[in-house]
């Protein structure tokens, strides 16, 4: 085997590397640059999908529509969204984070206008176990906050009936902690919040 | 491009050179994302397309890359095929996206890619190296929807979230839940082994 010269062995493999990279990086940066608008319309969708679900507002699922609504009842002042529900009176809603199993749980929570019940949340993101703590996306779920407050107790699934009750998943103690956690906190400080003290 | 050449290739990593249950190989994701049918196919479709496009290139480069660097170069280009993936399911399926969570990304370490990449595309012609990272991501992909599909239905008892058993199926969270995931894989290889593979050894 003849040895490599000094040029194959040093100076080609950086270029090469300095190349390819230079390649890679212009088509993701590419790529990337020409989603971004897209990318960032997604997550304002999502932000206020989840803002107009948390104020228990129904909306169509169309990206216009949703925008049309959010931007005629929904107005921002720092954190807290105000919602005004025509004869359904007044929400606010103010976002909430905590620590869940693996990640952080944000949600949005939903006042209604006498700030004695809950309108609803929302959930923004959260990192839970598919299939059991993950469960806390799913409707039945979050609905089951609505016209409730607290301080929470926790109960077995299926049998929370008492308004400041509220169903834990099976098999996601430690989701559903999480979740009363900070509900309980949303409870005791979103008035304040919303008062502006 | 002998015609029979073409047929070996893209057979094997369907049936006896098999990714998953023969060479045991992306064994992480199948764990991760096979408790819901709907994520495993986006996952298994994300692999698919890293696992050709990326054999296809670099065995494009495949003579100009310096064999001391190679293993760089040849996560470079996984790499830069799997953030085209997860950009692109970030603009236009962001649900999914968002469910998928981690697991986008971690296919560039999907074990199978690079051993397609190492054992493969770096001796073969760009056209032969794309049918073999395509077959492979599919041998991948089938073994990854049959497991999911027990797991979600003995889980949940849904498939593709629709409700399939009534009211009387008890859910087995253990499906859903990592060590489900050992149980039906295990099962997997073996029936396939007990089955299949013995016949084709007599």
Redesign the interface.
Same mark, same amino acid.
């Given at each position: 085997m003849k040895k490599e010269s000094f040029f194959?062995?040093r100076i #080609?493999?950086l270029l090469?590397?300095l190349g390819?990279?230079v390649l890679?990086i212009a088509?993701?940066s590419g790529? #990337?640059l020409f989603?971004q608008e897209?990318?960032e319309a /997604?997550?304002n969708l999502?932000l206020k999908k989840t803002v107009l679900e948390a104020a228990g507002v129904s909306y169509p699922d169309d990206f216009i529509e949703i925008n049309r609504i959010f931007d005629e009842i929904v107005r921002e002042t720092g954190d807290v969204f105000t919602v005004n529900k025509g004869q359904g009176g007044t929400a606010f809603v103010v976002p909430f984070t905590g620590p869940g199993l693996w990640g952080p749980i944000s949600l949005m929570v939903g006042f209604a206008g006498e700030l004695n019940a809950l309108t609803g949340i929302g959930i923004i993101?959260q /990192?839970e176990?598919? %299939?059991?703590g993950a469960r806390i996306e799913e409707p039945w779920y979050k609905q089951q906050f609505i016209g409730k407050w607290g301080p929470f107790t926790m109960v077995e699934e299926g049998t929370a009936d008492e308004p400041d009750e509220i169903d834990s998943l099976? %098999?996601a103690t430690r989701t559903s902690r999480s979740v009363q956690a900070i509900m309980n906190r949303a409870v005791s400080e979103g008035p304040q919040i919303i008062k502006g003290e | 491009m002998a015609k029979g050449l073409v047929k070996k290739t893209f057979i094997a990593p369907l049936g006896k050179d098999n990714p998953v249950f023969v060479q045991i190989l992306g064994i992480c994701s199948t764990l991760a994302v096979t408790?819901?049918l709907e994520?495993t196919v986006v996952m298994t479709l994300g692999v698919m397309f890293t696992t050709a496009l990326s054999s296809f290139t670099i065995s494009i480069?495949r003579k100009? =890359?310096?064999a001391? =660097?190679r293993m &760089?170069?040849e996560t470079? =280009?996984i790499? $830069?095929f799997v @953030? @085209?993936v997860d @950009?692109?399911l970030?603009?236009?399926m962001?649900d999914i996206w968002?469910?998928l969570?981690p697991y986008v990304g971690l296919i560039i370490t999907n074990c199978i890619i690079m051993g397609r990449a190492e054992a493969f595309a770096l001796n073969n012609k760009p056209g032969l190296s794309l049918i073999d990272g395509l077959a492979s991501g599919l041998g991948y992909a089938y073994v990854l929807l049959i497991i999911a599909f027990f797991r979600e239905l003995l889980? $949940?008892g849904t498939l593709w979230g629709v409700q399939i058993l009534g009211s009387w199926w008890t859910n087995w969270?253990i499906m @859903? &839940?990592p060590p489900g995931a050992f149980f039906m894989l295990a099962i997997f290889i073996w029936v396939v082994k007990e089955v299949f593979i013995k016949e084709e050894s007599k």
């Open positions: 194959a062995k #080609y493999p090469f590397m390819i990279t890679c088509v993701t790529l #990337y989603t897209r990318v /997604n997550e999502f993101s /990192n176990t598919p %299939g059991l099976t %098999g | 408790n819901k994520n480069f100009l =890359i310096p001391r =660097i &760089m170069v470079l =280009i790499a $830069t @953030i @085209i @950009i692109v970030k603009a236009y962001p968002k469910q969570g889980g $949940t969270s @859903i &839940m």
